[in-house]
Each structure stands twice: as C-alpha cells, then as structure tokens.
C-alpha cells in the first residue's frame, strides 16, 4: 500500500512541478500580448488562445498536485479542529462519494468530445486561431485521470491512517 501511495503521489508531484513551470511562460506570454497590444495595437488570435490553452493545461493537470498537497479549498470551520482519524474518515467519504464518480463521469464523457475532435481535425474556428484543438481538449480526460489515480492515492492513506 505505501508503495502504491508513493508512486502515485511520486507522478502527481512530477506532472505538478513541470506544469507549474507554464505559469512563467503564460506570464511572458501575456506581457509580450500587451505591450504589443497597447504599443503598436497589435494582437493575434493564436496569441489569445495560447494564454487560453495554457491556462487550462496548467489547471487539469495541476488539480492531482493541489490535492496532493491538500491545497484545495475546503469548508475549515470544523475540519482543523479534528483529529487526524476523523480528518481520514472525511477525506475517505468524502472521495469515494464525490471525488471518485465525479472524476469518473467526467474523464468518460469527455473522452468523446476528444474523440470526436480529433476525428474532425478540429481547429479553431477564428481567422489566425490554433490548429489541432484536440491537443488542448485531450487533457481533460488526463486531468481527470489523474485526479482520480491520486484520490485513490488519498482513500488509501486516509485507510492507512484509520487502521493505525
């Protein structure tokens, strides 16, 4: 079990740490898009929808690592002041109730939409926008994916530390 939980939080740590690096480049990205735009009022499609794509790229991958490090917003108003077995039997219900159906209803269903994109060679559907729309869209399904694997990651330790 422990091995489990260390490779799984081992990949979500990686995936979360070369992600984190796009939020420099989207940084860049966007100062060079407005110094252009306000300077010599000029701007691009694909320019927009790089900054889009990164920014959604940098959220469905990184939300695994946000929950590995327990960084997603919570209601604390009683949660910091139990203990760490009632913390566990939280987190355990609350991830196999909610966390696990809802990252499996999600990263199925939207396995279509990147299917059907692909199929499609989709595009972007404005003049200078970005080719192969389905890079962007396939990780959605990824994202999920990988939610899901690091709440496994979660009932697990969350087991764990019931059982001590």
Request: neutral net charge; glycine residues 6%; charged residues 15%.
């Amino acid at each position: 079990m422990n091995r489990m939980i260390t490779q799984i939080n081992n990949l979500t740590q990686s995936i979360g740490k070369i992600v984190s690096w796009f939020s420099i480049l989207l940084i860049i990205i966007i100062i060079v898009d407005v110094f252009f735009r306000y300077s010599f009022n000029i701007t691009t499609t694909a320019t927009f929808e790089i900054e889009w794509h990164l920014f959604g790229l940098m959220f469905m991958l990184g939300a695994a690592w946000t929950l590995e490090q327990d960084k997603h917003v919570r209601v604390d108003l009683f949660y910091q002041s139990f203990g760490s077995k009632t913390k566990a039997l939280i987190n355990l219900f609350g991830t196999l109730l909610l966390l696990i159906p809802f990252c499996w209803v999600g990263m199925v269903e939207s396995i279509d939409f990147v299917t059907h994109s692909y199929a499609q060679n989709e595009t972007s559907p404005d003049p200078g926008g970005l080719p192969a729309r389905y890079l962007i869209k396939a990780t959605i399904p990824l994202g999920f994916a990988l939610l899901l694997l690091q709440g496994i990651s979660l009932i697990l330790t969350s087991i764990k530390t019931l059982i001590r």
